[in-house]
């Protein structure tokens, strides 16, 4: 087995999801975090508030450099502290950028991560005859 298989239908469902819905800005590139004072945002963050979620503040997303208007990538973070999983969506990013946010988003032993790459691969699994 895989340890990931990507879906195109799923990201077309993510894509319809994130085109419906407007991105409020939370903090620009440099700001530092709320509850982590040591904590620097190491690109401009926004919130899905549209968008149910876990903690029912929205969706986050970072906004890189490119085309703030495609999803780069989603990360899934687990937080014993919170004690919730978290979607984040990362948009526009290069690769530089996604280290940035993953290296963020990992500095401290509450919250660790994991990173799903876009792709547009059909596993058998995901075609269905209807």
Known sequence: MNEFENNAY??????ALFY???VKPVKKKGETNDNFADLVY??????????????????????GSGNVNQITALVV???ILAKELDV???AGCNEE?????LHYL???????????RRGNEMPAWSVTDN
Do not use: H, M, R
């Open 106 to 116: 990992n500095q401290t032993d509450f919250q660790k991560t994991i990173l799903i």
């Open 88 to 90: 984040k969506i990362l």
């Open 77 to 79: 973070a687990a937080d």
């Open 42 to 63: 190491p690109l401009d963050y926004g919130k899905i508030e549209d968008l149910a979620s876990v903690n029912g503040k929205g969706v986050g997303v970072y906004c």
């Open 97 to 101: 950028e996604v280290d940035a946010v």
């Open 20 to 22: 419906a819905s407007t």
């Open 10 to 15: 799923f990201w077309q469902k993510v894509d």
